[in-house]
């Protein structure tokens, strides 16, 4: 039996109800071609509010507190990425790498790369970024000291170092040159992204692994001083600000539809298009202050955990969609079951996203605000996912966040059946006695 090449695309930070295929405003035609040859899945959740976890779990078929690899109040990225690193979990890589596949990924975003261990299993991953900021070793140095350049001189002041705010001044002006050249943050590397697959598949069957940077944060406007005065509670962003900002994710949306038609066009021309799974996703979405909140991790909200999923199957294949909740989680096991020739289904009746604290590092600036962070952050928060009902608990305190169904609001007292199933679903899944729930 010919095994069927594997193509998992992840569009980073792409949340599922500014797709136009979900009845979204951002128009995106090349993905509504590609929904025509595959399954269009309409309750995908991921497993956590931020790439690191989400990843690992897209990866291991494990949740975030099966598989270890998240944040909490004592590991933040360092010993998220070194406890990775140490982790014996097999992956979808490393399974089809043992099946006889040729193994490759590319990244266009850093912290999915050979550094923090995404690499086991993979015969070549090549991750690089399109960010001039990311690149300058000098803004690195100015970012952890303060948001802004004015931030970086008081700082450098308090310090008793004015002679090095010229050489921070000059570097900024220079980045900023840069952008307008890169025309970025609209292009974040999917053209990169498209000419290195392109050049690494060489012999089937195959394995390819692509992550799109387009979506992520920063959008043309975005300030590093609002967001972080945003997230410590110093001044929250104007309700103008954040409209023109989801306009800009609009646009960065319809943009990585263009290069996701490039791909798309290349597999067919190639003749790599119609015998191949491909899984076409997101590892989480993204938050524009609909509960109080910018981005992405920490909360569990819908904006945030749920994301596209649109899955072809070889020779375009289509079986009848299972009601119920689609994770990344079950990529692994669908993935598995495809290569293998069986009939596969990614539905079940449940799906859980769960979110650990804060990982977020704030500038030297921003120390006297560490209390906010810790009484907002530092918790840990669940959501349940069965029946067309939602419960997302915030596990700290015990204490009920949202209650819905579907995307409305539901009553405790006239849905009491459904939240106490609910609540004994969460009751299976949380492990440790850590998790506290509220009574049903």
Known sequence: MRKPNVIIIVCDTLRKDIIDLYGGPARMPNLGTFAKDSIVY????????????SHVSLFTGLYPSEHGIHETKKMKMPQIVEAHLRSRHQTIAEYLHGMGYSTIGVSANLMISKVTGFDRGFDDFFTFTHSPWIQSDIATQARNLGADMAQVAAMLMKRGDAK????????????KLKERAMNYPLKKGAEVVNRKAESMVRKKPFFLFLNYYEAHEPYKGFSDKETQD???????????????????????????DSELGRLMDWLKRKRLYDDSLIILTSDHGQAFNEHGFMYHGIYVYDEVVRVPMVIKYPENKKHKKSHGYQSLVGVFGLVRSVVNGEVADITSESAFAESFGNAEFFPESYKHRMWYVERNYERLRKAVYA????????????RVVEFLSGSKPASQKKQKREFAKLIGTLKKSSKGGKFILPKA
Do not use: C
């Not at 029946?387 to 015990?398: A, I, N, P």
């Open 230 to 256: 945003h997230l410590t509670g110093v001044k929250a962003i104007s309700r103008e600000k954040v409209e023109r900002l989801k306009h800009q994710y609009v646009l960065e949306a319809e943009y990585l």
């Open 164 to 175: 090095s705010i010229a050489k921070y001044g000059v570097e900024y002006l220079k980045i």
């Open 42 to 53: 309409d309750n995908a959740i991921a497993p956590a509010p931020w790439t690191f976890p």
């Open 387 to 398: 029946d067309g009902f939602k419960l997302d608990v915030d596990g700290s305190e015990g």
